[in-house]
């Protein structure tokens, strides 16, 4: 049965900082395209980050660049989302997805993706 499962998200006060990890089972991550989406109350899902399942490239979202790193550990199947200088703004449910066949920036559309972890809840407030 393949599986992502989310944790590390909390409350953190701005300006602070936040790993979120995702840990794959029934597969072998290194094969896939793994994304980091997120979704705000009243907002469409969004894509924050991805790596591409052709190189390992990395993509981010445009309101991230700079302060959120993706990236994961094959020894442990693990894909993580290092999220510093957080703004209140970035306050969702974060989510990761796996998919074969996902290559460069398409990885941060969201409906190519067919494995869903359940979220965690990320919240930067004061």
């Known amino acids: 049965q393949l599986q992502l499962v989310e944790s590390g998200g909390g409350l953190v006060q701005p300006g602070g900082s936040l790993r979120l990890s995702c840990l794959a089972s029934?597969?072998?991550?290194?094969?896939?395209?793994v994304g980091w989406f997120r979704q705000a109350p009243g907002k469409e899902r969004e894509g924050v980050s991805c790596?591409?399942?052709?190189?390992?490239?990395?993509y981010y979202a445009d309101s991230v660049k700079g302060r959120f790193t993706i990236s994961t550990d094959n020894a442990v199947n693990t894909v993580y989302l290092q999220m510093n200088s957080l703004k209140p703004e970035d306050t969702a449910v974060y989510y990761c997805a796996a998919a074969l066949f996902v290559y460069d920036r398409k990885c941060l559309r969201d409906y190519e993706y067919n494995y869903w972890g359940q979220g965690t809840q990320v919240t930067v407030s004061s």
């Open positions: 790596i591409s399942g052709s190189d390992g490239s990395t």
């Open positions: 029934g597969f072998t991550l290194n094969y896939y395209a």
